[in-house]
Structures are given as structure tokens and as C-alpha cells.
């Protein structure tokens, strides 16, 4: 390749990719300098002049002289570009990028800059495409594409089993006894060559142009190479150092005289003579700016002084419009209109979900649930002048009481209490005539996740019916139906279409037909949609599409006041609207806002903790012999014993020979809390505070994960303090990004109730990732994203600067180019080593190797159906069981080099699962200190709230963890508690009971 056609590489590949990069929306405000002579799953092709190599790192593409030297940087922008490969002609150059918002495969001349971006299907990182002798023709991903058209022809048929390698040749394999064989085709004259191969272990094959020479890799580990008589040669034994099985081996190339073959391993680029065998290193050195979005993480505000409830649920307006009633605190309360405050309708007994006023306003019927006692169903007077009147009463729970019309009778559903986030719960339809007062049962299979009522002659009630795992790959299903109450005879309303993996199918709720029955409402992702009844048949929703009718707005709890009034809840807001006077883009506002302040849990007393060894996490501080003094919920001093002054009455604990550290932080947990109706205490949150945590962060719950967050600032629920993203932004059917406004409407329910931080789960293009990125920005909330084990994607979020990642990708070999990225960039790497990919997760090792099952406090706190769950690894798996130390390693590298590191259990192991996290950390190479740091104030910096949690040090919250031995010594004295204090509060670790200072003090004397 001449000097010209280089120079105008340079000129025209710049220009281009700034017009490219531009359809993505943010833009580049930071520049990361690299000066790296390595690199990691570098794509490699040749010119077919042999002068000029081309290949990728970090997402960008670079070009080198053969012989080596200094590469020059072809592209630069956000823009992520992979696989670059010249054509046949050697006048242009082809790659996978998303400039254009998502994956394709992008065309860029050298003589005219001519820039083009081919449309395609199932394009991703890794996709191998490749040219016909031509050049005029793409082949890639069972598509032939012609390249001045566009246009995409399927595979003929009796090519559909084979997977092409070019324009002349395809493989398969082909069994052969136990094994298989690897069967090569030529198209041009139908002839095949066999290879034998153990058990699909080839992969990323590679024909010379001649075809005279295969290429593969063998169980992504060796590089062998096969000749026209079939006979197989190792070209080399070795090409990762580390075991990988998730990611293909980089591209590779022949040069066009078959001589050569140019390849990329163990971070260098390689051209081995096929002759000779001689293998070259060709030396490279990159001096290269690589474009980075601005950073949105975010300091966060935490108090702990009265808050105000914005989870509030079911808020209705009696029907002569002076009085409200909604469920909050595990309270149903009521406000008189215009200035009553709210209040409980009866303050005593279990707690309460669910009122609802019988239609003339007269009555409130509520359930009550307690997992000791069982559910009851009670009704009272809407005017607080009468006791509660029980109803119905069993051991199992009752959901969505529903009054008939003419207020003789009332429905539910009674059935055993869901387990889990996701469970929409298994009960009885029953109903209850007030005369009678005998229950009779409808139907006996329906979800608990439901919205009951009556039709307006009171013949039939309306509800969602149970649809099991086998009915949904049945298109399509029933989503509303009727029973008549005399006959007993059930009638579909509307319908829905479900695909396997839809989260709709958990997420669409409340669904309500308006008395009219010209109407349905209900809530998908925290929105309410409004749908047309048709006459022939109703399809409420289709995965195919988003497009479930209007959507009028955030909201949950839909319901029909009367034929055209629809109303619903958000936060502490409620919704009325006339449906026959809505407009697309009419914007509704509240109808009316609930203020309802409630006390903040924490210890009002002034003590302090003396002569005790305290690791503050203050850029490293220990103090042998030290004080901290706590005061309402806070710590006013810190230092050593001789140093601090400690006020008259204030209640001294000496605490000789123990270690105090911060309170630990999750900053991935997951406690999957139970919906709708809550326990009154939830053994995952008090497992958690009992091993020491103090504040966990669930990076994918629920909308109900916020009244959870309430009921622990109250303390009417034990455990650490719950941040929480509500519902993980998924590309399953129940939220989209596919402009800047409707991610900006995703993130804002989250701002709207009191949310910290947005996760980005896996949405489907880069662009609308961004868009999300964008409008967290704008809201001032931190986004995390779910890293799953994709390298490359997670490039892309380190470029879009996000505040963190979750999940450690499958690392394989990496190098210092990924290790600088990383480290340099800004984001919070969470590596989630005990749910590893590719890899046994660390939980297995150290299950096995620390923990004993039949302790008494891991019993106390752990139900027997979760320590039931606990098995003993596998043989296999105990030989395997310490590959998650690799990763670890490449954790601590990243760390080391001055990245952001945080911990997370994924929630695996409640409570002792934070241990096991912070014990991995330290094995990949981390001093005792450093792993201690990334469990407690690096995890607070993750979350933006380092100016309140995360070390010992004067004005934050008193959480610290009281601990019987020194964890610098051995990092495993981590789980040997004592005492566990959260916002001063004092609780035994063996038991959570609350203990006063003075009882503190008398225990240590």
C-alpha cells in the first residue's frame, strides 16, 4: 500500500468516523492519553499488498507497517469498532461499529472517503464476516450481502446447515462413533474434506486463499493449522494463558500469497512463516487518545431526620370526594378533605394492605397480614367511629378485597403468601355474602397479583387469570376475564401474547375494565396505559411491539370511579381523569398530594467506644488505642483515647482488644423482596445486618423495594439501610429508550421516589444505553449497568461514562491497555465474584472451606429451606472451585492502578455472602486493608454517599462493626461479630436484639 493511499486512510477514516460518531448522542468531553506496546483480543488482517496491517484495541482501529512500529490511529470518537478487515482490492476497509446507534458492519473507501453503514441483523462483536474474490459480496451471519446494493440474500437451502467461511467454502460437523469430525466444503465443485476433531472443540477456522491451508483454534487454547491431505500441525500450543471458553479467538488473516498467517495472542502480533514455522513477533507501540463521554456519578443527599412517605399504595377517593384513604407504613390510613391529616384507621394489631371503600363510602374493608398468624379480611367505618370487624380469617393471605355495587358482598383471593420479587402468587377467588356471611370459592386457581371488581349489575366480577408456565407458549392467552357468579361460567375480555422471556407477563398489573366495558387500565413499568375494548377481541399486549395503547402517565393501582373517571397512584400523588377528554399530549397532573412525614429510626444518646483498634478507612488511618463518639445517630469525634474529649454522662465502653471498622457495604445485593404484601420482618435484611451491613444497594428490585427502604429508615422493620434502583431498565417489553424523552421519563419515577440510582440491564443498542446514560445525567442519579461477561460492551460503558459496572466479563488474558481503561476512566468496577462468569463463582470454595451450617446464628437468621439450598460442590466443581482468583487478580491490577472498586454479593449467601465477597477480593491480591477499603468506603464513594457512610470519621452516620479479633491480621476475623451499630442503634450480632449503651457497658465490664 503506497504513501498516498495511507495518507488518505488517515484523512478520510477521521473524517468519516466524526459524521458516524455523531448519531449517537452524547459527544466526547474527556481524553484518556495511552501509551501501551500491548494489547488485549486484538483482530488482525493484512493489506493485500503485504505492507500494511490493520487491527483493533479498545475499540479503536489503528494501522502499523508490517515490520512493526509506531500505529496509527485510524478512528476516534465514542464510536466502538471492531473486526477491521481490507478488501479484496485493498481500496477500502470494512468493520463492526455502532456509530450509527447499534451494531453494523461499516464500508469506508480510501480513495473517494466514501462512507457507508450496512443495516444488518444479528450483528455483534465477534460476528466473522467475509469477502468473496471480488469484493462485491459480504458473507456473514447466514446472509450474503451485496455490497453496492445492500441488498441481503438468505442462504439457499442446501446451505443452511453449513456455516461459510468465504465464497468458496463452508463447515459443519459431522458425527463420527463418540466424536465428530469437521467436514470442509468446496461450493465451487461440491467436494468435502474431513477433519478429525473431538467433540465441537474448533472454532474461528480460517482458509488460506488457495485453499490449500485450514486454520483453527482447538478448544480456544491451540492453534492448529490442516493441509489439503488433511494431516494436522500446531502452530501454537498456547494461545491464552488463562482458561477461556466464552470468547472466540481474534480474527486472524493469511497473506495473499498463503505465505504468512498474521494473528494476535497473549497481547502481542504475531505473523508465523506456515514453511518455516517461524513465529515473529511484529512489535507495535500505540501513542493514542481514546474518547470518553463525561462522567455522571454523582454526590448523593442522605438524612436521617423525618421523611417524608412516598410509597404510598391503592390512594382512593371516597365517593362523595371529602375523604382519602391509602395504605402506607403496613397502615391503612384516611385524610379528610380540605385539611384533615392522615391517620391510621385502627393503630393497633397486624399490619394492614389494601382498603377499600364500599361504594356508597359507608365502609372500608382492608386485609391483614402476619407470617405467624396468618391473613384476615375486617371492615370499618369510614368515619373511625367503630372498631374493625373481622371478616374472614385463615392461615393463608387475602389480597384485593373488592365490594359489590350494592355493598351486600365482597370478593378476594386467598392463597399462601408469595416467596419471591417475581411471584405472582397462587390463591383462591372467593366471595363473601354480607348476609349470609358465608364464603363461597369462584375459582380455585388465580394470581394474588390481581384487580378484582364487579360489573355494574353485580352478575359477574372481573379478574386476571392465573396463566402457568406451559399456557403462555400458547398464543395467545387470556389477560382479562369475567365470572358469571350463578352460573359459575367464565368469559375471556382481552388477550395477550407472551414470549418466554417476557417480564411483562410480571410487570403489566392491575388490569381494569371500566364499568362500561369500553375501556381497560393498567399498569406496565410503573405507567398506566389506557386501551380501547374491541368488539371482535382485545390483544392487551404483544411482545412484538410496545405499542399497548395510551399511556397516560407514571402510575400504579389503577381503578374506575365511575364509567369515564379512571383513576390511579403514583408516589404520594393521586390521579382523576376523565378518559373521554385525554389527549395524547395532554399532561396530567396530580389531583391531589399526601404529605405524611415519619420518623427516622436512630439512637438519640450520647456514648462513646474507647481503647478499641480502629480501622477508620480514612485514606488509610489506624488508630491502636482509639475513641469514637457517637450522638444522635452520628459520630461527633474520633481519635485516639488520650486525645478525645469525651462530655459528663456520657456512657464510656471500654472495648480493649476488639476492632471497629465502618459498617460494611453491598453495593450489589440482591434480596428479592416479597411483593405487594410485606413480612413484618424480612430474614434476608436481618441475616445482612447480623454479619455486618449496614447498607445494601439492589441493583434490580422492585417498585415495592421502596416502601421496604421506608419501613427500615422507620425501624419498624431491622436490617441495613436499602438504596435500590426499583425495577433494572431492561429490554424486555416493559420499559424502552428509544428517544431522549422516554428515557427520561424512566429515569424521573425513579427520581420521583426518592431514588439514588438507575440500572441499565443489557438494552438492546448502544444508543439507547446512552439515552438512559443521558437522562441519569440530567437527573443527577447514578446509572449502573449490567456488564454481563461481554468485554466489548462493557467498553462502551466505560467510554458513555457511567457510574458503574456489575459483573466482572469473562477477562480471559488481559493486558495493560484494558487495565489502564479501567482504572482510568472513572467507573465503579463491581466484580460479583461469587456469581462469576465462565468460571465456579467463589461462593463454592469458601462455603465449603469457612462457613459451618449448623452454627447457631446462621440458623437463627437463615430460614431451613435456605440452608437447605446449600449444597457440598461437586467433585468437578471442587476441582475448579479456585479459578475465581484469576479474576480476582485482574480485580486487584485495576485497583492497584488506581481504578474504582466496590463490593458485591449479587446476593448470593445472605448476610455471609458479603464475607465471602470481601475474602475473594483479598485473594486476587489485595493487602487485608485494601479489601476492607472496597467493603466499606469505596462501596460508599460507588453510591455517592462517601460524605455519610463508608468510614470512621467526625459527622457521619454511626455504623461500625464491633469486631472480637483483628481482620488485618486474618481478613476472615471479618465474620467474628460482636456488635453491630447502625445509625447509633446497638444490636447484639448474635442475636439483633437492640442493646442500650448503659447494657453495652455492663457486658464489658
Request: glycine letters at 8%; proline letters at 4%; hydrophobic letters at 35%.
Amino acid at each position: 500500500m503506497n504513501k498516498f493511499v495511507i495518507f488518505l486512510l488517515n484523512i478520510y477514516l477521521s473524517a468519516m468516523y466524526s459524521v458516524a460518531s455523531a448519531q449517537l448522542p452524547m459527544r466526547a468531553t474527556r481524553w484518556m492519553k495511552l501509551n501501551v506496546t500491548e494489547g488485549t483480543r486484538m483482530n488482525v488482517d493484512v493489506s493485500p499488498d503485504g505492507k500494511t496491517l490493520v487491527f483493533d484495541l479498545l475499540g479503536e482501529i489503528f494501522m502499523l507497517p508490517e515490520q512493526g512500529g509506531q500505529a496509527r490511529q485510524l478512528s476516534r470518537g465514542l464510536a466502538l469498532n471492531f473486526r477491521p478487515r481490507f478488501s479484496p482490492a485493498g481500496n477500502s476497509i470494512t468493520f463492526i461499529s455502532d456509530a450509527s446507534g447499534k451494531l453494523s458492519l461499516h464500508i469506508r473507501r480510501f480513495d473517494t472517503g466514501q462512507r457507508r453503514c450496512l443495516d444488518l441483523d444479528n450483528i455483534n462483536t465477534n460476528t466473522e464476516y467475509y469477502f468473496n474474490t471480488l469484493g462485491d459480496t459480504i458473507f456473514l451471519a447466514g446472509q450474503r450481502v451485496d455490497i453496492r446494493s445492500g441488498h441481503r440474500i438468505k442462504e439457499t437451502e442446501s446451505l443452511a446447515e453449513w456455516k461459510r467461511i468465504n465464497s468458496d467454502y463452508a463447515y459443519q460437523y459431522q458425527p463420527f462413533g463418540n466424536k465428530s469430525i469437521l467436514v470442509l466444503k468446496n461450493l465451487k465443485n461440491g467436494l468435502t474434506r474431513h477433519f478429525l476433531n473431538s467433540l465441537h472443540t474448533a472454532s474461528n477456522l480460517l482458509i488460506s486463499h488457495s485453499g490449500q491451508y485450514v486454520v483453527y483454534t482447538e478448544n480456544n487454547r491451540a492453534l492448529i493449522i490442516a493441509d489439503e491431505t488433511g494431516k494436522l500441525d500446531t502452530l501454537v500450543s498456547r494461545l491464552n494463558l488463562n482458561k477461556d471458553h466464552y470468547n472466540p479467538q481474534p480474527m486472524m488473516s493469511f497473506s495473499a500469497n498463503d505465505r504468512y498467517l498474521y494473528c494476535a495472542y497473549q497481547g502481542k502480533i504475531h505473523k508465523i512463516d506456515l514453511k518455516t514455522r517461524e513465529n515473529k513477533i511484529i512489535p507495535f507501540s500505540i501513542k493514542a487518545n481514546f474518547a470518553l463521554a463525561k462522567l455522571k456519578h454523582f454526590s448523593q443527599i442522605i438524612t436521617q431526620n423525618r421523611f417524608r412517605a412516598r410509597y404510598l399504595r391503592g390512594i382512593q377517593r371516597r365517593i362523595d370526594g371529602k375523604q382519602f384513604l391509602f395504605s402506607t407504613m403496613n397502615r391503612v390510613y384516611t385524610q379528610n378533605l380540605p385539611h384533615g391529616k392522615p391517620k391510621p384507621i385502627y393503630d393497633r394489631g397486624p399490619a394492614q394492605y389494601q382498603g377499600v371503600y364500599s361504594t356508597d363510602g359507608k365502609w372500608i374493608a382492608y386485609v391483614c397480614w402476619d407470617e405467624f398468624t396468618g391473613g384476615s379480611v375486617w371492615k370499618i367505618s369510614s368515619d373511625g367511629q367503630n372498631k374493625p370487624v373481622l371478616l374472614a380469617a385463615s392461615d393463608n393471605q387475602y389480597q384485593r378485597p373488592c365490594w359489590s355495587i350494592d355493598n351486600t358482598k365482597i370478593s378476594w383471593i386467598c392463597g399462601k403468601s408469595t416467596k419471591d420479587r417475581d411471584d405472582p402468587g397462587i390463591g383462591k377467588l372467593q366471595l363473601l355474602d354480607l348476609m349470609s356471611k358465608k364464603v363461597f370459592i369462584l375459582k380455585d386457581t388465580i394470581n394474588l397479583w390481581n384487580k378484582l371488581s364487579f360489573s355494574k349489575d353485580d352478575q359477574s366480577i372481573y379478574f386476571q387469570p392465573y396463566v402457568g408456565p406451559y399456557e403462555e407458549n400458547l398464543q395467545p392467552v387470556p389477560a382479562l376475564e369475567c365470572i358469571n357468579l350463578e352460573s359459575r361460567e367464565i368469559h375471556p375480555l382481552a388477550y395477550s401474547a407472551f414470549t418466554t422471556y417476557d417480564f411483562g407477563k410480571y410487570y403489566k398489573t392491575g388490569r381494569c375494565i371500566s364499568p362500561d366495558r369500553k375501556f381497560i387500565a393498567f399498569s406496565a413499568g410503573e405507567d398506566i396505559y389506557l386501551q380501547t375494548v374491541k368488539p371482535d377481541s382485545t390483544l392487551l399486549f404483544d411482545p412484538s411491539h410496545f405499542a399497548y395503547g395510551e399511556k397516560l402517565g407514571s402510575g400504579v393501582d389503577p381503578y374506575w370511579e365511575k364509567e369515564n373517571i379512571l383513576c390511579w397512584t403514583f408516589a404520594n400523588h393521586f390521579y382523576r381523569i376523565d378518559v373521554r377528554k385525554f389527549q395524547a399530549d395532554f399532561k396530567i397532573k396530580p389531583t391531589f398530594t399526601i404529605e405524611l412525614k415519619i420518623p427516622y429510626a436512630k439512637n438519640a444518646h450520647r456514648f462513646a467506644l474507647t481503647n478499641a483498634r480502629l480501622l477508620t478507612m480514612n485514606k488509610g488511618r489506624i488508630i491502636e488505642k482509639g475513641t469514637v463518639l457517637i450522638e444522635n445517630g452520628k459520630i461527633i469525634a474520633v481519635g485516639g483515647s488520650n486525645r478525645v474529649s469525651i462530655p459528663q454522662r456520657t456512657v464510656k465502653i471500654n472495648l480493649m482488644g476488639k476492632t471497629v471498622i465502618p459498617g460494611l457495604i453491598d453495593v450489589h445485593a440482591h434480596v428479592r423482596v416479597i411483593p405487594d404484601i410485606f413480612p413484618s420482618q424480612f430474614w434476608k435484611f436481618q441475616a445482612n445486618l447480623a454479619y455486618g451491613v449496614t447498607t445494601i444497594h439492589d441493583p434490580s428490585l422492585s417498585y415495592d423495594g421502596y416502601g421496604y427502604s421506608e419501613l427500615l429508615n422507620s425501624g419498624k422493620m431491622t436490617g441495613p439501610r436499602l438504596f435500590h434502583v426499583g425495577k433494572a431498565v431492561r429490554a424486555q417489553n416493559v420499559s424502552h429508550c428509544n428517544t431522549l424523552q422516554e428515557a427520561l421519563e424512566v429515569v424521573k419515577k425513579r427520581k420521583d421516589m426518592g431514588g439514588l440510582t438507575v440500572k441499565q440491564y443489557m438494552l438492546k443498542h448502544r444508543i439507547n444505553r446512552q439515552y438512559l446514560g443521558m437522562a441519569s445525567g440530567i437527573y443527577k442519579l447514578n446509572m449502573t449497568n449490567e456488564g454481563y461477561w461481554d468485554l466489548p460492551d462493557q467498553l462502551g460503558m466505560l467510554k458513555d461514562g457511567s457510574s458503574g459496572i456489575e459483573h466482572n466479563p469473562v477477562w480471559g488474558d488481559l493486558y495493560d491497555d484494558v487495565v489502564q481503561f479501567y482504572a482510568r476512566s472513572g467507573t465503579v468496577l463491581t466484580g460479583a465474584l461469587q456469581h462469576a462468569y465462565g468460571m465456579l463463582g467463589a461462593k463454592y470454595y469458601l462455603n465449603s472451606t469457612y462457613w459451618n451450617f449448623t452454627e447457631e446464628k446462621l440458623r437463627k437468621f437463615w430460614p431451613k429451606e435456605a440452608i437447605a439450598s446449600l449444597v457440598e460442590p461437586s467433585y468437578e466443581q471442587m476441582s475448579t472451585q479456585l479459578e475465581f482468583i484469576s479474576s480476582a487478580s485482574i480485580d486487584a491490577r485495576i485497583y492497584k492502578a488506581g481504578g474504582k472498586l466496590a463490593l458485591g454479593s449479587h446476593g448470593e449467601n445472605q448476610g455471609i455472602g458479603v464475607h465471602n465477597e470481601l475474602w475473594a477480593i483479598q485473594m486476587g491480591g489485595l493487602s487485608n486493608l485494601e479489601a476492607l477499603e472496597v467493603a466499606t468506603i469505596r462501596g460508599a464513594e460507588a453510591l455517592g454517599l462517601q460524605k455519610y457512610l463508608g468510614s470512621i470519621s467526625r459527622g457521619k452516620f454511626a455504623d461500625l462493626v464491633i469486631l472480637e479479633q483483628n481482620p488485618l491480621k486474618d481478613i476472615h476475623n471479618s465474620k467474628k461479630i460482636s456488635f453491630v451499630i447502625k445509625d447509633g442503634v446497638i444490636y447484639d450480632g448474635n442475636t439483633l436484639k437492640i442493646i442500650s449503651p448503659e447494657q453495652l457497658k455492663k457486658t464489658k465490664k
